[in-house]
């Protein structure tokens, strides 16, 4: 319980600055913040998998921007903020602290901030409250971290993005050795992307490094995308090298209802002298099929099939229907 004085102070400053700083519009402006991931859900075909509710994310902050645009970002993971206090988890609740600046050409962010492996990836899918991201399921790296990242429009069409980072995500003790990243965005039309990625980090004389490549494409009522991703070393074990593939689509029947679908590939190297491969008993597919209905500006439903299936032929596949809601403002 000794981290529930200094969380429970960090929530109640960010809410007290939320809702009683006040200040002259084009001088100072209060952007609040909060997310709201949940979801029932239930197997049709297995017992052993329980039904239930669950709340997967509950964010909270806000934007505090100047007049010489600077910002400072605070956002609190309220679920975790509640794990760290009653269990002492390794990870912070802080998913966001960070000083930036934005000019619009220019962005630059200083602290623990967001990192630019799924960044993109992210924006064009935008269906994060109904399954994670394919690196973030399958260990590639983290949404959230503590350094340094920048972001340049050189122009309509191209833009770059740097970090330099601990490549830990935001944990007390990180494994050491900064993680480094560049990527390259390309913008063919005002509703397409394609993006190349590559991070690098070096630790305990192990060089491990990550390649992204990924493309989406939007034509009327249709949006498709597509990554491969390549990591090398990738549990700081030599020749444990690992890839896969994620894709996703969907198809608008009208302003507010559409069906999805998504497919991930995972899969890993047979390392000299091993006979199955480093990562077999978590490699795998992922689909998934859904309907989403947007019920507002700010809240949307989607009702959803999962199935995963694992490339180990001794293992059961598992499959789940969802109910999830997801609300931000």
């Known amino acids: 319980m000794k981290y529930l004085k200094k969380?429970?102070?960090?929530?109640?400053s960010?809410?007290?600055?939320?809702f009683q700083v006040k200040a002259q519009e084009n001088e100072k402006k209060l952007v609040p913040f909060a997310e709201i991931f949940t979801d029932f859900h239930f197997s049709p075909a297995n017992d052993t998998l329980s039904p239930g509710f669950a709340i997967s994310r509950?964010?909270?902050g806000g934007d505090f921007i100047t007049e010489s645009k600077i910002k400072g970002s605070v956002i609190i993971n309220l679920t975790k903020l509640i794990d760290t206090v009653l269990h002492e988890g390794n990870n912070s609740p802080v998913r966001e602290a960070s000083i930036g600046y934005d000019n619009g050409k220019i962005k630059v962010s200083l602290g623990i901030t967001g990192t630019r492996l799924m960044h993109y990836q992210l924006r064009f899918y935008d269906k994060r409250y109904i399954a994670n991201t394919f690196q973030s399921i399958n260990g590639y790296g983290y949404l959230f971290d503590l350094g340094l990242a920048v972001d340049y429009r050189i122009n309509k069409l191209a833009g770059i993005d740097f970090t330099l980072m601990n490549g830990d995500g935001i944990r007390k003790n990180p494994e050491g050795g900064l993680k480094a990243s560049l990527g390259l965005n390309l913008f063919p039309k005002e509703d397409a992307i394609i993006r190349l990625y590559c991070d690098t980090r070096k630790i305990r004389g192990i060089l491990q490094t990550t390649l992204v490549g990924f493309a989406g494409f939007t034509w009327d009522i249709i949006k498709i995308g597509a990554e491969i991703n390549y990591k090398t070393n990738h549990d700081i074990v030599k020749g444990h090298n690992a890839w896969g593939i994620s894709s996703t689509g969907s198809v608008a029947l009208s302003e507010k209802l559409s069906l999805f679908a998504r497919y991930d590939y995972s899969a890993s190297v047979t390392a000299p002298g091993d006979v199955l491969p480093w990562n077999n008993g978590r490699d795998g597919k992922l689909i998934i099929l859904g309907a989403q209905r947007t019920l507002g500006r700010n809240a949307r439903m989607a009702i959803d099939y999962q199935a995963g299936i694992p490339n180990d032929i001794n293992k059961m596949a598992s499959d789940m229907i969802y109910l999830h809601a997801h609300f931000r403002f």
């Not at 969380?7 to 109640?12: A, E, H, N, Q, R």
């Not at 960010?14 to 939320?18: E, H, I, S, Y």
Request: hydrophobic share 80%; with cysteine.
């Open 58 to 60: 509950a964010w909270f």
């Open 7 to 12: 969380y429970v102070i960090i929530t109640l």
């Open 14 to 18: 960010l809410l007290f600055a939320c």
